[in-house]
């Protein structure tokens, strides 16, 4: 079991949601700032979102307004729910702690008809 295990991806109808979750290893959860990338085919891995701390959050423009980041520290685990999906929101979606320091393995949204 690795330090952060995501879950959550599916094949999902363009406008349909989907919520991803990664649990964190408590051995590093509320030490490092949590965020979501994704990385579609042939494109570089580029951030999603963050929890950049107190509470705050950072969007990419592209998540703005139909993405939300959150977590539940009771459960370890970060969440990001995805609202409106398009089919350009096709990734593999991978949870990270430290911006990078440490990486779950991933998991698929695929959004098509």
């Known amino acids: 079991q690795g330090l952060l295990v995501e879950s959550g991806g599916d094949l999902v109808q363009p406008g349909g949601s989907l919520r991803l979750a990664c649990v964190v290893s408590?051995?590093?959860?509320?030490?490092?700032?949590m965020s979501w990338y994704r990385q579609a085919p042939g494109k570089e891995r580029e951030l999603v979102a963050s929890?950049?701390?107190?509470?705050?959050?950072f969007y990419r423009d592209f998540a703005e307004g139909r993405f939300t980041i959150s977590q539940d520290n009771a459960k370890n685990t970060v969440y990001l729910q995805m609202n409106a999906l398009k089919p350009e929101d096709t990734a593999v979606y991978y949870c990270?702690?430290?911006?990078?320091?440490?990486w779950g393995q991933g998991t698929q949204v695929t959004v098509s008809s």
């Open positions: 929890m950049v701390g107190s509470g705050e959050e």
């Open positions: 408590r051995s590093i959860f509320g030490a490092y700032v």
């Open positions: 990270s702690a430290g911006y990078g320091s440490y």
